[in-house]
T-cell receptor, first 114, second 114 residues
Framework: ETGVTQTPRHLVMGMTNKKSLKCEQH?????MYWYKQSAKKPLELMFV???????ENNSVPSRFSPECPNSSHLFLHLHTLQPEDSALYLC?????????????FGQGTRLTVV | KQEVTQIPAALSVPEGENLVLNCSFT??????LQWFRQDPGKGLTSLLL?????REQTSGRLNASLDKSSGRSTLYIAASQPGDSATYLC?????????????FGKGTLLTVNP
């Protein structure tokens, strides 16, 4: 079991639904990330939080809304998604966001939008 | 903008063979390079991290090298086993303004046949 835990592992949702992905890290890190992994594409960075503040938003549509209530928890709130948003969503954490950053990943949430 | 390329996209070898996976990057100003393993539908497991000041790192049957001047990294797997079958991803860390960013390749899908 990794130090980064994501729930749920699988999620199927309709385009009009609202759902949330949860990530929790037990590594004492102070930075957390959301990545999207689509088929045949490299991982795409979505959001970065450092010390509970959002420090990066990589032009992600507003139907994805992150929340970081504390340094151990990260959420991704989803609403009115499109079928092309179906992907594996990965959470990661690191100790800081500097040049010695080493990222640790969760197991991912496989999201299917129908 | 950093671009990371992994060749080959897929590789199939018989058990026991030594093999090399390749990773190239366009921006040599990386601070570190990480190799990850990803099993189907799962998250990323960190294998090795090479700092920019290092030339290689070893862990068990794995050896990763880094040549910044040529923009290349290799992952050497000795005496491959069927359990090594997975997708292997490399990622380079570069400065991205106030934060440092990991840029991923698309990965190499490795199959080790018994």
């Amino acid at each position: 079991e990794t130090g980064v835990t994501q729930t749920p592992r699988h999620l199927v949702m309709g385009m009009t639904n609202k759902k949330s992905l949860k990530c929790e890290q037990h590594l004492g890190h102070n930075a957390m990330y959301w990545y999207k992994q689509s088929a045949k594409k490299p991982l795409e960075l979505m959001f970065v939080y450092s010390l509970e503040e959002r420090v990066e938003n990589n032009s992600v549509p507003s139907r994805f809304s992150p929340e970081c209530p504390n340094s151990s928890h990260l959420f991704l709130h989803l609403h009115t998604l499109q079928p092309e948003d179906s992907a594996l969503y990965l959470c990661a954490s690191s100790q800081g966001t500097g040049k010695n950053t080493e990222a640790f990943f969760g197991q991912g949430t496989r999201l299917t939008v129908v | 903008k950093q671009e990371v390329t992994q060749i080959p996209a897929a590789l199939s070898v018989p058990e026991g063979e030594n093999l090399v996976l390749n990773c190239s990057f366009t921006d040599s100003a990386i601070y570190n390079l990480q190799w990850f393993r990803q099993d189907p539908g799962k998250g990323l497991t960190s294998l090795l991290l090479i700092q920019s000041s290092q030339r290689e790192q070893t862990s068990g049957r794995l050896n990763a090298s880094l040549d910044k001047s040529s923009g290349r990294s290799t992952l050497y797997i000795a005496a491959s086993q069927p359990g090594d079958s997975a997708t292997y991803l490399c990622a380079g860390l570069n400065s991205g303004g106030s934060n440092y960013k990991l840029t991923f390749g698309k990965g190499t899908l490795l199959t080790v046949n018994p």
